[in-house]
């Protein structure tokens, strides 16, 4: 069986809410833009927290059989983008994601999601 996008979006906000995530927001950019079908977006307290959020997103990405396309910024854990196709995950540390509000530029798109 096939993970949908929204699915595998679902299960993203699910790992990160159970990592104890704050304010979590999937948007579906579906119409929007071209880059992804959804955004998560959420943030963690600490560096410590950042890194065990993505990694549980991954664990969880990984039992479903998706394959991760690529993570970055886990070293400095102040903002980790997870690629994982269609679904493009933002794990920020709360003061980067404060600074960056990427909500605010994806404003267009619709919050399908809030945790």
């Known amino acids: 069986m096939t993970l949908t996008n929204e699915k595998l979006m679902q299960t993203a906000v699910e790992a990160a809410n159970d990592k104890k995530a704050m304010n979590i927001v999937a948007l579906d950019l579906r119409g929007v833009s071209l880059v992804a079908d959804y955004f998560v977006i959420c943030h963690g307290n600490s560096d410590t927290q950042v890194q065990a959020i993505v990694t549980e997103i991954r664990k969880r990405a990984h039992d479903e059989g998706v394959a991760i396309k690529g993570i970055e910024g886990m070293d400095s854990a102040r903002w980790v983008l997870m690629d994982l196709g269609d679904?493009?995950?933002?794990?920020?540390?709360?003061?980067?994601?404060?600074?960056?509000?990427?909500?605010?530029?994806?404003?267009?798109?619709?919050v399908v999601e809030k945790v």
């Open 87 to 110: 679904v493009v995950v933002h794990v920020f540390h709360r003061d980067e994601r404060e600074y960056y509000n990427i909500e605010r530029l994806w404003s267009d798109a619709k």
